[in-house]
């Protein structure tokens, strides 16, 4: 075989090698980015799934004073979101009002928050004297239970978004200016709050030391406990 004809099958094989080269190295690219796409849409679609439970049930009207169902035009008539259903025997509904009562108010007035939100429940219970079913403050447990997460170790549960019946001011279903406390205290002096001008749950840097529990900048908000009969009929 003459020397230029060698040459030239040579070129002809190198060329051949270099196109199978491209080709996989194409195929290989390829691959690794489908199997991203893949992986991204699999943790979007369980991002959508863990969505599905954030967010509140129906809402109803009910007037807490009457103990009764109510239209939304009514005097002293109410706006509250179903939270959770008792799931012993489904008798009851827990709700929680769609806004703040009254002003805004200390967690704890001492700035002692081992003794847990006296001044804010006191204020809360003041507001609600006259209302015919039990009252009391929002915990982590109810917005871990919405947005379907679990508390870590410590019994906290990170910053994380939270539906908008959950920050509502009436029926301004969008972002304000305000928030309100939640009734735990978790050891190491954080107190947690909804922060309506965000949408989040949060235990800001300024609740982590105990001289900000005596903070007039949060308000309070409901929760009830209504039997089922009573908004049925």
Known sequence: ????????WLIIILIVLTLLVL???????????????????????????????????ESIY????????????DEGCMKWYVISRD????????????KNLGDTVAFNENDNP????????????????????????????DIASVLGVE???????GVLEVPKCLYSNGDNEEFWDGGYWLSDYIEGSSIFIIDCSRGLISAGNQFIKSDATNSTTWGVRPIIKIEKSKISK
């Open 87 to 98: 799931s012993s025997d489904n008798t009851e509904l827990e709700v929680i009002l769609n």
């Open 114 to 141: 081992e003794e847990g939100p006296i001044t804010a429940l006191n204020y809360l219970k003041e507001l609600t004297s006259d209302w015919q079913v039990p009252v009391r403050m929002p915990s982590i447990d």
């Open 1 to 8: 075989m003459k020397v230029e004809e060698k040459n030239k």
């Open 62 to 73: 009910y007037n807490p004073v009457t103990d009764t169902k109510c239209d939304k035009n």
């Open 23 to 57: 080709i996989l190295g194409g195929y290989i690219i390829y691959d690794n980015l489908s199997t991203k796409k893949e992986s991204q849409k699999n943790e979007t679609e369980i991002i959508e799934e863990n969505f599905v439970y954030r967010q509140c049930y």
């Open 151 to 157: 508390k870590n170790d410590k019994g906290e549960i």
